[in-house]
């Protein structure tokens, strides 16, 4: 199974700046022929379920504010939010589809400082 | 507007089965992917099974946990993925979720359900 670790555990974060999260696969999840990382980002709030923000690592889902921005390749990524907002508050995952099981990494936790 | 609501959770015990109900409605449900995945108290997201869409195969995987014992099935004329689960354990307790694949692709999860409790105790 390709193993995700993230982090940090958690960060608080003034309102207004970055918020930076790591992202670690145990292999790579680029597939070379398409250049495509199949890595994804979720943002999880309270009693809701996760909300998918970035997929092929870069890639914004629509609606998704572009403060959010996803980077990195081969087995290291990051996810940014540019200036963080009061609503960013939420456990962030990031989660492999290269190769099943789909495997997720354990969260990290944004607050506002 | 998309939507996903599980149902079938509930209290069973070890060796007893349980069929998990996912209902879709907002989106043309045969068109895509349905995986299944579940949060064990305490414990991180865990991906179960999926099912492709008919268009696409309809191919069938699960997590080894609970390969020979899980069984996912779509009906596209209701819009609804079943979930049966049989000689059900301890472990198996957790907060099952129901997701729709983003057309084109199978495996990029753009929409979940809210989610249904499984608690397997004695």
């Known amino acids: 199974d390709i193993v995700m670790t993230q982090s940090p555990d958690s960060l608080a974060v003034s309102l207004g700046e970055r918020a930076t999260i790591n992202c670690k696969s145990s292999?790579?999840?680029?597939?070379?022929?398409?250049?495509?990382?199949?890595l994804a980002w979720f943002q999880q709030k309270p009693g809701q379920p996760p909300k998918l923000l970035i997929y092929w690592s870069s890639t914004r889902e629509s609606g998704v504010p572009d403060r959010f921005s996803g980077s990195g390749s081969g087995t290291d990524f990051t996810l940014t939010i540019s200036s963080l907002q009061a609503e960013d508050v939420a456990v962030y995952y990031c989660q492999q589809y290269s190769l099943a099981p789909f495997t997720f990494g354990p969260g990290t936790r944004v607050d506002i400082k | 507007e998309v939507r996903l609501v599980e149902s079938g959770g509930g209290l069973v015990q070890p060796g007893r089965s349980l069929r998990l109900s996912c209902s879709a409605s907002?989106?043309?449900?045969?068109?895509?992917?349905v995986s299944w995945f579940r949060r064990a108290p305490g414990r991180g997201l865990e991906w179960v099974s999926f099912?492709?869409?008919?268009?696409?195969?309809?191919?069938?995987r699960y997590a080894a946990s609970v390969e020979g014992r899980f069984t996912v099935s779509r009906d596209d004329s209701k819009s609804v993925s079943y979930l049966q689960m049989n000689s059900l354990k301890t472990e198996d307790t957790a907060l099952y979720f129901c997701t729709r694949s983003k057309d084109p692709y199978d495996f990029i999860i753009d929409y979940w359900g809210q989610g249904t409790l499984v608690t397997v105790t004695s």
């Open positions: 292999q790579s999840v680029l597939y070379t022929p398409l250049n495509r990382n199949y």
């Open positions: 907002g989106f043309t449900f045969a068109d895509h992917a």
């Open positions: 099912i492709r869409s008919r268009g696409r195969d309809g191919a069938i």
